[in-house]
Nanobody, 114 residues
Framework: VQLQAFGGGLVQAGGSLRLSCAAS????????MGWYRQAPGKQRELVAA???????NYADSVKGRFTISRDNAKNTVYLQMNSLKSEDTAVYYC?????????WGKGTQVTVSS
């Protein structure tokens, strides 16, 4: 599956952004979809994930601020990010997972200015 992420940018602290990730070439509805991020000098970390059945899980640092959702008809997963903080600054990556196989999209930069 090929993944393409959109929606990154520069936003002030307290603001919002919505990331989108469009998938092609696979059975989107069967994949667990996730958003990961990597800040400079840090390891890539899971931000949020949504299963094929719609169950979600979030990193503690984003609970209550970020919401992951998916639209299987559009082969797209979203990450709504509210109340952004400077520590949310990172490159955000879309991930598709099924049967021990990971696919990654190119990242999109999110920069939060304080």
């Amino acid at each position: 599956v090929q993944l393409q992420a959109f929606g990154g940018g520069l936003v002030q602290a307290g603001g919002s952004l919505r990331l989108s990730c469009a998938a092609s070439g696979g059975t989107f509805s069967s994949y667990r979809m996730g958003w990961y991020r990597q800040a400079p000098g840090k390891q890539r970390e899971l931000v949020a994930a949504i299963s094929s059945g719609g169950s979600t899980n979030y990193a503690d640092s984003v609970k209550g601020r970020f919401t992951i959702s998916r639209d299987n008809a559009k082969n797209t997963v979203y990450l709504q990010m509210n109340s952004l903080k400077s520590e949310d600054t990172a490159v955000y990556y879309c991930n598709a997972y099924i049967r021990s196989m990971d696919s990654w999209g190119k990242g999109t930069q999110v920069t939060v200015s304080s």
